[in-house]
Every structure is written in C-alpha cells, then in structure tokens.
C-alpha cells in the first residue's frame, strides 16, 4: 500500500535551473494539492486539483506550474528555481465525502522533497 | 476572509495534560483536521471532526464548536514523544485551510 510517493527527497539546484517534483497517489483520489513547509513555518498551497485535467493556483503559485493529466500523478514543476524556493515540498491527496459524517476523510501526505537553491 | 488561528508554542511537563486551542474563520466548513509533525517529517492524521462534541481517541482528544468558529486538541499524560508541531486545518469545500502549527515542548 504504497499511499503518496514523492520523488526525489533531496535536491540540490542552482539559480535558474528547473526540475520536476514528481507525485503520485494509488487510492483513486480525486483531490491532490502542493505545499511548501519553511523553517518554522506552517503549509503554504502552490497548486491543488480537483481532478483529471483540472488544476488551479493556491496562494504561493509564482514560479510554478503544475499538470494532471492522470488521477494518479501530481507534476510540480519548478521553471529559474530561485533561491527563494528553499524549501521542503509536500505533496498530499484525499478524497472528501460530505455526505458521511466523521468519514475521517484523512489527508494522506507524501514525505516529503527537501530542495536547496544556491 | 479565510483564516485559521493557533499559539506558536507551548509547553507542558512530561505525564501532564495540555490543551491546544485553534480558532477559525471559513465559509462552506466541512469539518476539522488535527496532524502531528515531527522535525523533517511530513503531516500525521491525528483526528478529523465534522460534529460538534468531544471525539476521544486513546491519549488525544478533539472537540469541536461549529457555531464558535472554534477547537482543541487535548493531549493526555504527555510523553516525551510527543513534542512536535500540531497543526490545525479547516476543511473548506475543495480547499484545506492550515494553521501555522503549534510547537510543543515537553519538559521532564
């Protein structure tokens, strides 16, 4: 029961290159989301959607992008990564049931994807 | 507006109870989620309240107050393992709107 893989834990980028932070879920869920977590600091959203071929912007989208054209995977990808997105990276789905009270409807993380810009 | 609030840090002593509150302002609420985070680690489900009452849990407990906008966590005969970050999140149609995180310390 492999939940949400991230790849690749650790990079280290310089200024103005890019790289992709891949994701993927195997429990069918339609919702996936994109965060980054500074020292110290709480979950900020890039990038969430809702499903296939559905994407929108969360709060900190400068600077990214991201694709879905599979349930299963979650693309992020970092164009001139900058030194400003040092940060840890995490990818997370879930699949929200209103209609059942106290469904747990957990939110399943990845590990996590620790990037480094210099 | 969006918000959701929570204390920065807090400390408490090994074997005693802490509370840690969060307080929120959504529009189209579903319910209420509780994660622990451990340095360099992701989010772990704690507990998730969409009714208003005390849900219990081993150790850990959450309550909920819909009409208050408000929420606690309430840990138990702390262990030292339990220092970490508690984060709070509002589930809010399609998005999850997140605390910042409390930071608990545990003393022995």
């Known amino acids: 029961n492999a939940g949400v893989t991230q790849t690749p834990k650790f990079r280290i980028l310089k200024i103005g290159q890019s790289m992709t932070l891949q994701c993927a879920q195997d429990?069918?869920?339609?919702?996936m989301y994109w965060y980054r977590q500074d020292p110290g600091m709480g979950l900020k959203l890039i990038y969430y959607?809702?499903?296939?071929?559905?994407?929108d912007k969360g709060e900190v989208p400068n600077g990214y992008n991201v694709s879905r054209s599979t349930t299963e995977d979650f693309p992020l990808r970092l164009e001139l990564a900058a030194p400003s997105q040092t940060s840890v990276y995490f990818c997370?789905?879930?699949?929200?049931?209103?209609?059942?009270?106290?469904?747990?409807?957990?939110?399943?993380f990845g590990e996590g994807s620790w990037l480094t810009v210099v | 507006g969006q918000n959701i609030d929570q204390p920065t840090e807090m400390t408490a002593t090994e074997g005693a109870i802490v509370q840690i509150n969060c307080t929120y302002q959504?529009?189209?609420?579903?319910?209420l989620f509780w994660y622990q985070q451990h340095a360099g680690e992701a989010p772990t489900f704690l507990s998730y309240?969409?009714l208003d009452g005390l849900e219990e849990k081993g150790r850990f407990s959450s309550f909920l107050s819909r009409s208050k906008g408000y929420s606690y966590l309430l840990l138990k005969e702390l262990q030292m393992k339990d220092s970490a970050s508690y984060l709070c999140?509002?589930?809010?149609?399609?998005?999850?709107?997140w605390g910042a995180g409390t930071k608990l310390i545990i003393k022995p």
């Open positions: 959607s809702v499903g296939a071929g559905i994407t």
């Open positions: 959504t529009s189209g609420f579903n319910g």
């Open positions: 997370a789905s879930r699949d929200p049931d209103s209609s059942l009270p106290n469904s747990g409807n957990t939110i399943y």
């Open positions: 309240n969409v």
């Open positions: 999140a509002a589930s809010s149609n399609y998005q999850l709107i």
């Open positions: 429990m069918n869920h339609n919702y």
